[in-house]
Structures are given as C-alpha cells and as structure tokens.
C-alpha cells in the first residue's frame, strides 16, 4: 500500500504536458465572461405580470429586467408581504465573489503555464469549495428573506423558501429558478480542468527528477 501512495505522489509532481495545457489555458479563459454575464436567473409571473418580473444574479450585483425597474418593482411586492428589500449592498458575497473568481483564473494560468498534476488537482478542490459555498451562501440568503418576514406587513403570508432551483407557486406568483450562463461557463471550466488532468494522467511526459541529496 505504501508503494502505492509513493508512485501516486510521484505522478502528481510531472508538469502538465501537451494538449493538457492547452485545456487548462481554455478553462482559465471561460471564467473571463462569468464577471460580465448573469449567473443566476429568477422569474416572477402573475396574472398582473404576464410577462414576467425578472431578476439576474451576477458575480457583483442584482440586476432586475426592463432595464432595473424590475428590481424596483420585487421590492415594492416585497414590502406588502414583509421581507426585506433586496439590495444588493447587503449581499457581502457580491464584494468577495469576483475576487475569488479573479484568484482561482489566475492559479488556473499559473498551471497552464508550469504547472504540475498536483497543482490542478488543487485548482480543482479549491473551485469545488467555491462553487460548494457559494451555492450554500445563495440558498442562506433565499431561507433567510423568505422565512423573516414582517408580521405588521399589509399582506399576511406565511414564512416559505423562494425556490433555489426549479418552479415554485409563492402566494399568486409563479417562480422559476435556474443557472444563468454564468454558471454554465463554471461547468464548462471544470469539465476542462478534469479532461487535462486525465490526458496528463494517461500520456505523461517525463518522469520527475528525485534528488538525492
């Protein structure tokens, strides 16, 4: 078992090789449109709104459609029924998330550069705990707006949980909520991070130098 975990340690010190490179140069550049591009979208449809109130999540703010002014209109419906006013100032995740895309594009580059298999492999783990908390910090802050309502409000509605992803009925407003293209360009960065390790993997190039001193 111990030979095993030593040429496993071996083989994460080669240097990413090849058309590996080229992928993870790839990945670094599709994190480039996901500070410019939605990467959450939610609609809000009602008999009153038959086309739909729109909201896009970005990696820096909330954006509402038609210009913003949907934005303006969730929060007027929001005051009726007591929750919060969604301002994108009480979203810290909104100061903090372009920077952490910001580091892990330029490690991303740093492996396509001279990286080994062992730093992809940290490249990997540290976007799967990125992406691992920041779904959890969006499903956070939609329980917390949904369940902490104001019970003076002019219209009772009791406690609920926006829907995180899928369709949900809340009060007389259908609710869609899915990934935006932002987040699909996370997915197509992942997928090639993993096929450049696997080719790195499977065609190494030269061994690593032990030395012996």
């Given amino acids: 078992m111990s030979g095993f975990f030593e040429r496993l340690t071996a083989s994460l010190d080669r240097p990413v090789v090849g058309k590996s490179r080229l992928l993870v140069f790839l990945a670094a550049l599709a994190l480039v449109p ?28 909330l954006v509402g459609g038609d210009d913003g002014n949907d934005l303006t209109e ?10 919060a006013e969604l301002k994108p100032a009480d979203f810290t995740e909104l100061k903090w998330i372009p920077l952490v895309i910001g580091l892990i594009g330029v490690l991303t580059l740093r492996v396509a550069a001279i990286g080994t298999l062992r730093s992809l492999v940290d490249v990997v783990v ?71 390790f696997w080719l790195s993997w499977r065609n190494p190039g030269p061994e690593p130098t032990l030395s012996n001193s």
């Fill in 74 to 83: 969730i929060n007027v419906l929001n005051h009726y029924i007591g929750m």
């Fill in 126 to 196: 540290v976007s799967l705990y990125f992406g691992a908390f920041s779904v959890w910090s969006f499903w956070y802050k939609l329980n917390y707006y949904g369940a902490n309502l104001d019970p003076k409000a002019s219209v009772e509605v009791a406690p609920f949980m926006p829907p995180m992803f899928g369709y949900k009925l809340v009060g007389q407003f259908d609710v869609w909520s899915y990934p935006a293209f932002g987040t699909y360009l996370f997915l197509v960065f992942g997928l090639l991070l993993v096929a450049a």
């Fill in 34 to 61: 996901t500070f410019f591009v939605p990467l959450w979208h939610m609609t809000f449809v009602a008999q009153q709104y038959p086309e739909g109130l729109n909201l896009y999540v970005y990696s820096h703010n």
